[in-house]
């Protein structure tokens, strides 16, 4: 069961929309090209483009699946965007709380804030944490993600825009890595990807590469389909737990 072409995951829930742009990796966001597209739609969710916005009337959904499903939360914005009150993520919680069936995954450029919301709640065991590093100048983010004691914890290299150098992933239990796509996308060098692989591998922590993206390992400009994500031959898709 997938209904989502995001390829580690399973479903998407956005009871939030919309964002601002955090560091050089959000300069061509794909889900800010996706929100003023569906406005232009006149589809009602995206009334306000890509401006932070909650749709509590989405709350409920994950409830309504019953099948358990990998669910990405919050595909379209960002949970820790300093424009959601606490309040309202307290409410996503709940929702999560009780659907125990489905693990949901959170992915964050803040994850500063993040770590202050955790400071005084609990972490449910079905929900993976996650921070995004494009770069070496937003590698201190894995910093606020190994204080949060979340039973999974992982980073999404993605898009990867610079080489990461050496990176201390101990306590990291899944690593993503993936190329940028659409028609501004900047290219992604295969030694960076292999260096991340190796220092992933070292620690024993499932890799899984996405894509090569718009730009190919050969460095040839191509639907990101056509480029695929073979990385030397081969598909890494480790994750850290099985999935039913």
């Keep these: 069961m997938r209904s989502t072409k995001i390829e580690w995951t399973q479903r998407t829930w956005n009871p939030i929309t919309g964002c601002t742009k955090a560091s050089p990796g959000c300069r061509n966001c794909y889900a800010e090209i996706m929100s003023y597209r569906l406005q232009a739609m006149g589809n009602p969710k995206y009334a306000n483009g890509f401006s932070p916005t909650t749709h509590p009337e989405e709350l409920q959904i994950p409830i309504t699946w019953k099948q358990p ?12 965007h300093k424009s959601i009150p606490f309040g309202f993520i307290d409410r996503i919680f709940k929702t999560i709380q009780a659907t125990p069936q489905h ?15 955790f400071r005084r709640r609990s972490i449910p065991e079905n929900v993976w944490l996650g921070a995004t590093i494009e770069g070496r100048d937003q590698v201190n983010r894995l910093e606020y993600l190994k204080k949060i004691a979340a039973c999974t914890k992982f980073i999404s290299f993605e898009p990867l825009i610079s080489d990461i150098g050496k990176i201390d992933l101990s306590g ?5 890595v993936g190329g940028e796509s659409g028609p501004k996308a900047r290219p992604m060098e295969k030694n960076w990807v292999l260096s991340i692989k190796q220092q992933a591998q070292k620690l024993n922590i499932p890799f899984f590469f996405k894509q090569w993206g718009t730009w190919g390992a050969d460095k040839i400009r191509r639907n990101k389909k056509a480029n695929g994500r073979l990385l030397n031959g081969k598909t890494y898709s480790g994750m850290p737990r099985q999935i039913i």
């Design 69 to 80: 499903a990998l669910i990405f939360v919050c595909s379209m914005s960002d949970l820790f």
């Design 103 to 117: 693990t949901y995954q959170i992915l964050t450029k803040r994850p500063e804030r993040m770590f202050l919301y």
């Design 172 to 176: 990291i239990d899944w690593v993503i």
